[in-house]
């Protein structure tokens, strides 16, 4: 899980978290796009959406605290060194 303020500060655009909103909901097709949410882990998109969202994060295992995801238990972390694979 990741804010669209965590999108916008990792692509170097910090300040853009409505940009990273439009992006993904323009985009086509094979982007996550459920797993971005408002500040805090709020579910910003209204209505149907909202259910769609939230009910695909369920499905993922993800939790919540009250109408919020557990941002400590699912943050996805930005600044985390990837593991090396040992490649021939």
């Known amino acids: ?5 965590d ?3 990792a692509a170097g655009f910090p300040g853009a978290a409505r940009q990273v909103a439009w992006a993904l909901h323009n985009a086509k097709g094979g982007i996550p796009w ?12 209204p209505g149907q959406a909202g259910l769609e969202q ?4 369920q499905a993922e295992g993800v939790a919540f605290r009250g109408s919020r995801v557990d941002m400590r238990r699912h943050a996805f972390d930005f600044n985390a ?7 021939p």
């Open 34 to 45: 459920h797993r971005v949410l408002g500040a805090g882990g709020n579910i910003r998109l």
């Open 1 to 5: 899980m990741a804010t669209y303020g």
């Open 7 to 9: 999108v916008a500060r």
């Open 81 to 87: 060194r990837p593991k090396r694979t040992n490649k």
């Open 54 to 57: 939230r009910l695909r994060l």
